[in-house]
């Protein structure tokens, strides 16, 4: 089993890759009605604006990771966040 380096584990390249994978899982979820504000992740708060059956939710990156993983998985359909792990 490889291990990760030190460059491929840092904070700076997981905060990239959570941001790559909010976005692509933001597109995904753009049919069923989930809308989320990718920009607001740039404000102070750090926090993503997600708008959902009516309701304005604001998440840290992990949690609107994991909300936008657990809207796909209700609806069952493949993402192209699956498809890329870069």
Not at 17 to 26: R, V
Request: glycine share 4%; with cysteine; aromatic share 12%.
């Amino acid at each position: 089993m490889s291990q990760l380096s030190n460059d491929q584990f840092s904070s700076t390249a997981f905060d990239a890759w959570l941001t790559a994978q909010i976005l692509k899982l933001s597109v995904d979820t753009l049919y069923v009605g989930v809308f989320t504000c990718t920009a607001c992740a740039q404000s102070k708060s750090g926090e993503y604006e997600i708008e959902y059956q009516g309701e304005m939710l604001r998440y840290l990156p992990e949690k609107t990771y994991a909300f936008l993983m657990f809207v796909i998985a209700q609806i069952g359909k493949p993402t192209i966040a699956d498809k890329s792990h870069a």
